[in-house]
T-cell receptor, first 113, second 117 residues
Framework: RKEVEQDPGPFNVPEGATVAFNCTYSNSASQSFFWYRQDCRKEPKLLMSVYSSGNEDGRFTAQLNRASQYISLLIRDSKLSDSATYLCVVNTPYGGSQGNLIFGKGTKLSVKP | DTEVTQTPKHLVMGMTNKKSLKCEQHMGHRAMYWYKQKAKKPPELMFVYSYEKLSINESVPSRFSPECPNSSLLNLHLHALQPEDSALYLC????????????????FGPGTRLTVT
């Protein structure tokens, strides 16, 4: 099982749609979870951190299910500017430290007019 | 709007050249990272510096040589690269991730797009 798995997409949705991304992780000791977005030929930018049972920021809601080792990102009322690749990122502890971040392969979203 | 800067934005170099990539952050972070990203792939971790000391080297070939002159600066020295080393090189920084403390969010610079000919 890969460390962080995401549906590669692409997801093609009309403006105003609600879209959900899913992510699973393999290391049950992971404790920090993030969603980044990356535009074409740009750097990844932090979208949301997910530290507890989930959190919301405007149109974006992130959920964490530790029992199932599953993270989700929901985008409501999608905008053209939401078009990007969404990266699920999880820490991988090792050697007694909290380790480093492991990136999923990303899910590409295209929002059409 | 990023507080992590990288120079140059683009670099083309031959396989016998020596060049350096530079990264600077102004957020007071004590951990800095180099990543390599190929097209349509996620970033791959290369090196981690924590409090100006190299803490992780992800089995990177010696033709890549990192350097951390101070807590704000991170360099990546390149020598005798191969065409397959062409990629986007990303620098990131975060508050340090100490043992027992949850890792903090990493903030990325805009990257250097490297082409090796």
């Amino acid at each position: 099982r890969k460390e962080v798995e995401q549906d590669p997409g692409p997801f093609n949705v009309p403006e105003g749609a609600t879209v959900a991304f899913n992510c699973t992780y393999s290391n049950s000791a992971s404790q920090s979870f993030f969603w980044y977005r990356q535009d074409c030929r740009k750097e990844p930018k932090l979208l949301m951190s997910v530290y507890s049972s989930g959190n919301e920021d405007g149109r974006f809601t992130a959920q964490l299910n530790r029992a199932s080792q599953y993270i989700s990102l929901l985008i409501r009322d999608s905008k053209l500017s939401d078009s990007a690749t969404y990266l699920c990122v999880v820490n991988t502890p090792y050697g007694g430290s909290q380790g480093n971040l492991i990136f999923g392969k990303g899910t590409k979203l295209s929002v059409k007019p | 709007d990023t507080e992590v800067t990288q120079t140059p934005k683009h670099l083309v170099m031959g396989m016998t050249n020596k060049k350096s990539l530079k990264c600077e952050q102004h957020m007071g972070h004590r951990a800095m990272y180099w990543y390599k990203q190929k097209a349509k792939k996620p970033p791959e971790l290369m090196f981690v510096y924590s409090y100006e000391k190299l803490s992780i080297n992800e089995s990177v070939p010696s033709r890549f040589s990192p350097e951390c002159p101070n807590s704000s600066l991170l360099n990546l020295h390149l020598h005798a690269l191969q065409p397959e080393d062409s990629a986007l090189y990303l620098c990131a920084s975060s508050q340090d991730s100490l043992a027992g403390v949850l890792p903090y969010e990493q903030y990325f610079g805009p990257g250097t797009r490297l082409t090796v000919t």
